[in-house]
Every structure is written in structure tokens, then in C-alpha cells.
């Protein structure tokens, strides 16, 4: 959400259903998985009067399009910088762009790609500024090479994944390092300059963590949340908005029928396309707690990330399988 310019960025995969590195979907024909893209959501008609609206991001220099399955996302407003987690089919990694969303046609220019061993199994991006950001890795072990160790990891909530901080000295160097280990971190975001707030998708809680001047972490408080939570953002009053999965088992068996459907019929799938799964979106502060936002069985399913914009008196939320988004007016 990109609140000063009445617009939001979002990122797609409608190849999610034949290619998820995070939920184990794996389409052996890679040459017929849809390529995902960028896009960007004008929603305040009063300052896009005649262009407000949702328009495709072009992306220019970059090679890799076709293999681009994006994931988490941070936009770096003062410098105009787009993070992205690529699940590109010969492994993650990481892309930035410069992006101009202020022409009628929204264009994404591809600088740099940004490929480490610290960068494995990569899910969210918080920036604190243009050079400078931590990225979660979810797992240890990738699903892709270690289904069942990657499972064991996931359910038994073993605090093998980790968050790194990354920083790009230029166009072609850069310093990593792990700072802090915890059961499947997902979603991350500042809460504060100061404060890094961490979600722990398989133990059903989020993390805050004090960021050190070297960029370590120090934990300072958990809080369980009703579900499985997936990503986190920051409103402008400071609430902590948290999406994600309360009946996982259902999330993941809804999965399996998907892709068995498409694997089995050719032409219109649409009919595999309309199973959904339960919504959970909750906000939280420290003086006031949890609060629920939404909670749904199957109108707007597969929660995976929340935004608002409190001064228009707007929120979206994303759905990790769904088509298209949920728009919510306060």
C-alpha cells in the first residue's frame, strides 16, 4: 500500500495452482505454468480521475519474465525500489526494479537479480531503505528436495528457519547474514524503526523483535493468534494487520484437489478453480490486543496478506488462491 499515492502493488501468480515452492506443487511440464506479474491498484479516484483502476506493471530488461513467480513484495517509496521473492523454477532468488507508477502505463525496470546460498527458501521482504532489508526464509528444508523433513519442519514447529539481512554495497555486491533462527518465519514487517515483527506461521504466533545497530535481532515479545498466521503490514496509526490460515489441514487438502483436477481435465477448468478455504484477517496493538477483521468460511479464501490505508478509509486483502482481491471500505 502505497498510502501517499492513493495505490497499491500487487503481485500474481496465476501459475500458483501448477508451481508453489512453499506448499510442495510442483508441475513437471514447466513450459505450460503461467508466469506470474506485477500489478498496480489505482484506488483513489479522486487523485487518478481518469485512471484509476487495476493496470498490469510492464516489466522491462528482464530476461527471466517468463519464469517469474513472484511472492512477497516491498516497495522502497523514497527511491522508488520494488523487492521481490522470485520462485523462479531453478531455484529462488530475488529481483529489484525501479518503478514508475506515475505514468498512465505503471513500468517496472529490472536492475539487478540477487542469487545466495543465505537466500534458499526466500517468502518476505522488509526494507529499511534502498541498500538495506531482511528477507524470511520459511524453511530449512526445501519441500522441492526434502518433502518429508520439510513437513516435519512445518508441523513440528522446529525453529529451523531463519531471517537475513541484506546489504547491497552496489550493482553486482552484497553482504548477508543470518541474525535470527525461529520456526517457519513468514510475513515481516516494521512495526517501528526500531521494532521488526515476525510471523511464526507453524506455532500460531508473531515475534517482535528489537532491531540491534549491527542488524541482529533481540526478541522481545510473543503473541499467539488464532490460526496459522501467513503476512503481516503496518498501518499509519501503528496497528499490526495479520492474515492468514485457520483450518491448515483444509488449506492443504484443497491444494491437492486443485491440482489433481487440472491434471485431469483439459479446456475450461474453471470448475477446479471455485474451491476456496477459510478467511482470517485480525489487527493487533499492544494496548488493545486482537481484534477481529474478517473471518469467513468461503466467500474470500486463502487469506494471505491485509493492507490499509486508515487516512482514505480503505483496506485489501489478498488471497493466496483466489482471483483478485478483497476491497473493504471503514
Known amino acids: 500500500m502505497i498510502e501517499k499515492q492513493g495505490a497499491a502493488i500487487l503481485s500474481c501468480d496465476p501459475g500458483r495452482d501448477q508451481w508453489n515452492t512453499v506448499m510442495g506443487t510442483f508441475w513437471k511440464n514447466q513450459t505450460t505454468v503461467p508466469s506470474g506479474g506485477l500489478y498496480l491498484y489505482r484506488y483513489d479516484a479522486r487523485k487518478y480521475p481518469s485512471t484509476h483502476g487495476l493496470f498490469p506493471i510492464e516489466l522491462q530488461n528482464f530476461a527471466d519474465e517468463s519464469k517469474f513467480h513472484p511472492l512477497g513484495i516491498e516497495f522502497q517509496e523514497i527511491s522508488s525500489t520494488l523487492i521481490v521473492v522470485n520462485h523462479h523454477f531453478e531455484g529462488a532468488r530475488i529481483e529489484i526494479f525501479k518503478v514508475d507508477i506515475t505514468s498512465h502505463q505503471p513500468v517496472a525496470r529490472h536492475t539487478r537479480t540477487l542469487i545466495d546460498p543465505l537466500i534458499k527458501t526466500p517468502n518476505s521482504i522488509s526494507a529499511l531503505n534502498e541498500h538495506e532489508f531482511f528477507v524470511s526464509n520459511d524453511h530449512y528444508f526445501r519441500i522441492e528436495k526434502n518433502p518429508i523433513l520439510a513437513k516435519v519442519e512445518t508441523y513440528g514447529a522446529i525453529p529451523l528457519g531463519n531471517i537475513v539481512y541484506v546489504h547491497l554495497h552496489n550493482d553486482t555486491s552484497a ?6 533462527n525461529m520456526p517457519y518465519p513468514n510475513g515481516i514487517t516494521l512495526l517501528n524503526d526500531s ?6 506461521t507453524s506455532s ?12 541482529t535481532l533481540e526478541l522481545t515479545e510473543t503473541v499467539r493468534v488464532p490460526m496459522m498466521p501467513d503476512n503481516l503490514s503496518t498501518d499509519q496509526k501503528g496497528k499490526l494487520l495479520i492474515s492468514g490460515h485457520p483450518h491448515p489441514p483444509t488449506l492443504d487438502n484443497m491444494v491437492k484437489d486443485r ?9 475450461d477448468v474453471s470448475e477446479c478453480l471455485t474451491m476456496s478455504v477459510p478467511s482470517c484477517v485480525i489487527e493487533w496493538t499492544e494496548a488493545d490486543g486482537i481484534k477481529t477483521l474478517y473471518r469467513t468460511a468461503a466467500e474470500f ?16 486483502i489478498t488471497g493466496l488462491y483466489e482471483r483478485g482481491i478483497m476491497v473493504w471500505r471503514e
Open 195 to 200: 521494532m521488526l515483527a515476525v510471523a511464526a
Open 259 to 267: 491440482t489433481q483436477c487440472l491434471e485431469r481435465l483439459s479446456g
Open 301 to 316: 479464501g486463502s487469506s494471505s496478506t491485509s493492507v490499509r490505508d486508515n487516512a482514505y478509509g480503505l483496506g485489501l
Open 175 to 180: 553482504s548477508l547474514k543470518s541474525v535470527v
Open 204 to 215: 500460531c504466533q508473531f515475534q517482535l523483535f528489537n532491531i540491534r545497530s549491527d542488524k
